[in-house]
C-alpha cells in the first residue's frame, strides 16, 4: 500500500482480556518496528523485524507481549492479560533499510490507540 | 541502554524562529533524525544528519550537530501555526541500528 496501516484504529479492552494489533507495511520494506508511546511520553522501543532474520525482541516489557512477521508482510503484536498500564499509542513503523548501515527512514502508521478498562 | 533527552515545552509566536534542543549519549550514533507528531496522526520524518556532518540545512530547518557535545538542535525559521506539533529528536544506534527517541518536545506556535 501507499503507506503504513495499522488496525483497529483504536481499541478499548477490559483488563484481562488479550489483543491483537495490526500492523500492514508498505510493500517492499523489509524492516518493521513497534514502538509504543504512552501519554505525554516518548516512543518507547518494543521489536524489530529485518526480514527473515530472528527479531530484536529486547523492548518487549513481559512475556505477555508477542509479535509475529510472516516474510515482509503483516506483522501482528498481541498482548495477553491486558493491564491498565499497557494503554497507549501502539506504533508500528517500516523501512527499507536492510542493515544498520542503511539511512532509509521509518514510515509510521497513524497507530493504534489502546484503552485498558 | 542509550538516552536521548529533550526539553518538553516551548512556546514562540508566529513568525519568531523556533530552536528544539536534543542531547543523546550513544557517541557510536550514524545518524540524527528529527520527526514531526501532529495531533492524532503518526511520526513523519522532517529531516535527518548524518553523523559526521555538522549543519544541514532543508528550507526554513536547520539542523545543527555538536558531536563532542553529543547536541543536536532542529532550528525553524519564521514558525507558523501549522508548526505547532511535538518534534521528536531520535538517534540510530550504532551497533543495533534501532532509533532511540527522545521524550518529544510540544511546541506552541502562538499568532
Known amino acids: 500500500g501507499a503507506g503504513v496501516s495499522q488496525s483497529p484504529s483504536n481499541k478499548v479492552t477490559e483488563k484481562g482480556k488479550d489483543v491483537e494489533l495490526r500492523c500492514d507495511p508498505i510493500?517492499?520494506?523489509?524492516?518493521l518496528y513497534w514502538y509504543r508511546q504512552r501519554l505525554g511520553q516518548g516512543l518507547e522501543f518494543l521489536i524489530y523485524?529485518?526480514?527473515?532474520?530472528?527479531?530484536?525482541k529486547s523492548g518487549l516489557p513481559s512475556d505477555r507481549f508477542s509479535a509475529e512477521r510472516t516474510g515482509e508482510s503483516v506483522s501482528t503484536l498481541t498482548i495477553q492479560r491486558t493491564q491498565q498500564e499497557d494503554s497507549a499509542v501502539y506504533l508500528c513503523?517500516?523501512?527499507?533499510?536492510?542493515?544498520?548501515?542503511?539511512?532509509?527512514?521509518?514510515?509510521f502508521g497513524s497507530g493504534t490507540r489502546l484503552t485498558v478498562v | 541502554g542509550e538516552d536521548v533527552e529533550q526539553s518538553l515545552f516551548l512556546s514562540v509566536r508566529e513568525g519568531d524562529s523556533s530552536v528544539i534542543n536534543c542531547t543523546y549519549t550513544?557517541?557510536?550514533?550514524?545518524?540524527l533524525y528529527w520527526y514531526k507528531q501532529e495531533p492524532g496522526a503518526g511520526l513523519q520524518l522532517l529531516t535527518y544528519?548524518?553523523?559526521?556532518?555538522d549543519m544541514k540545512q532543508d528550507q526554513r530547518l536547520t539542523v545543527l550537530l555538536n558531536k563532542k557535545d553529543k547536541h543536536l538542535s532542529l532550528r525553524i525559521a519564521d514558525t507558523q501555526t501549522g508548526d505547532s506539533a511535538i518534534y521528536f529528536c531520535?538517534?540510530?544506534?550504532?551497533?543495533?541500528?534501532?532509533?532511540?527517541f527522545g521524550q518529544g518536545t510540544t511546541l506552541q506556535v502562538k499568532p
Open positions: 513503523a517500516s523501512s527499507l533499510a536492510r542493515d544498520m548501515g542503511d539511512n532509509y527512514g521509518y514510515t
Open positions: 510493500s517492499g520494506h523489509t524492516a
Open positions: 523485524f529485518q526480514g527473515n532474520s530472528a527479531p530484536d
Open positions: 550513544d557517541s557510536s550514533s550514524t545518524y
Open positions: 544528519i548524518f553523523s559526521n556532518m
Open positions: 531520535a538517534e540510530k544506534e550504532g551497533n543495533t541500528g534501532k532509533l532511540i
